[in-house]
Every structure is written in C-alpha cells, then in structure tokens.
Antibody, heavy 121, light 108 residues
Framework: EVQLVQSGAEVKKPGESLKISCKVS????????IGWVRQMPGKGLEWMGI????????RYSPSFQGQVTISADKSVSTAYVQWSSLKASDTAMYYC??????????????WGQGTLVTVSS | SYVLTQPPSVSVAPGKTARITCGGN??????VHWYQQKPGQAPVLVIY???DRPSGIPERFSGSNSGNTATLTISRVEAGDEADYYC???????????FGTGTKVTVL
C-alpha cells in the first residue's frame, strides 16, 4: 500500500526556520517525484514544487521560488520542504503528494495527510 | 500563466446529478484531473486523464472535456459526496501544475 506520512503540526514564530517531512512507503522512493502543495486557511490548492528523489532535480512554482527549499533523502525515503525565515503568511496546511508522469500530462495520485504550520508571534 | 475557473459552489439534492465545471482557454486540448477534498482531509484523486477513475472511486464519478470547459459529473449524489472539488492540468508551457479555484458541493 502506498503511504505518504507527514510530520506533525508546527507552531513557530516569525523569523524562525522550519523543515517538515514526508516519508513514503509501499513503493520505490526514486520511481516517482514528490510534489508539495500549500493550502492556506479556507483557500484552495497551490502547487509549490516537485523533486525527483532519484537525482534531486527540483522545479519550483514561480510563486515559491526562493521562498522555500525542497529536498529529498533517498536513504530514508523522505522528502522535505524547509523555510529559513518564516512569515505569518506561511501559516497553512502543507501536503506532499506522489507525482505521476503520464504520456501527455501529470497528476498526483496519492497524498500525505498534511502538516499544519502556524506562524504567530 | 494558465488559469482554471470553477464556480464557488454547487448545490444538489440526494439522488440527483451534480455537474462541476472547470473553465480554461482551450482546456479541451489538455488532460484534466479532478480531486475531492472532504472537510479536514487531504485531497483524493477521483478522475485522471479526464475520464479515468482510480481504483476504489465509484462509477458515479465521470468526466468530460471539450472546448473551453471540462466537467466533473457526479451521478446519484450521496451525502458522502459533500466536499470541495478541484480540477487540475499540467501546463506544459511552464512545466507546472495548475489547480482550479475549487467548487464546494453541498448536498441538500
């Protein structure tokens, strides 16, 4: 069974750093890319970026380029997203999801349970 | 950037048919994928490649796509179908995911 298990909720202050994780199981970690999606309170889904765990090739949405860093560790089948200096506007639920490469399109076929990040002074 | 527009809400009586639209410039030339998100839960893929259903998704869920509009149709709506629904395409121009604005389906 494919599973993506994310780290627990975080409460941070503005300016602090943070790294959240997404551990996968049930398939070979390097076979599929992992994407990250933000959902701000009461809002829709926003794609942040994806990483190919095989070679750590990473692509970011222009909206998130320079704001976060996506990484992966093959040895523990885990993907990460990190912030160096959080802002209150980073308060959101963050989801990881398995990226499927189709012949003419791509989609997310399995999702993590989400990690709630709250940034408040 | 490519924009996908959905109606904010759709209301439907149990047993009836709900149709959720997703508008985009010449979206008919793209493959559209649909996700269901119930309150407090992660999204779940319900339709991929416009018409295909993942294992475990009821046949009541179907999709179509033509011109500037893609549609997710839920037949014989049940109370458990109450959720937010998002369409999604892969924008080959920018090599990025694009999500629709989302539609809240309310079962009356």
């Amino acid at each position: 069974e494919v599973q993506l298990v994310q780290s627990g909720a975080e409460v941070k202050k503005p300016g602090e750093s943070l790294k959240i994780s997404c551990k996968v199981s049930g398939y070979s970690f390097t076979t599929y890319s992992i994407g990250w999606v933000r959902q701000m309170p009461g809002k829709g889904l926003e794609w942040m970026g994806i990483i190919d765990p095989g070679d750590s090739d990473t692509r970011y949405s222009p909206s998130f380029q320079g704001q976060v860093t996506i990484s992966a560790d093959k040895s523990v089948s885990t993907a990460y997203v990190q912030w160096s200096s959080l802002k209150a506007s980073d308060t959101a639920m963050y989801y990881c999801a398995r990226h499927v490469y189709g012949s003419s399109s791509n989609w997310f076929d399995s999702w993590g349970q989400g990690t709630l990040v709250t940034v408040s002074s | 950037s490519y924009v996908l527009t959905q109606p904010p809400s759709v209301s439907v009586a149990p047993g009836k048919t709900a149709r959720i639209t997703c508008g985009g410039n010449n979206i008919g030339s793209n493959s559209v994928h649909w996700y269901q998100q119930k309150p407090g839960q992660a999204p779940v893929l319900v339709i991929y490649y416009g018409t295909d259903r993942p294992s475990g998704i009821p046949e009541r869920f179907s999709g179509s796509n033509s011109g500037n509009t893609a549609t997710l149709t839920i037949s014989r709506v049940e109370a458990g179908d109450e959720a937010d629904y998002y369409c999604q395409v892969w924008d080959t121009t920018s090599a990025s995911y694009v999500f629709g604005t989302g539609t809240k389906v309310t079962v009356l």
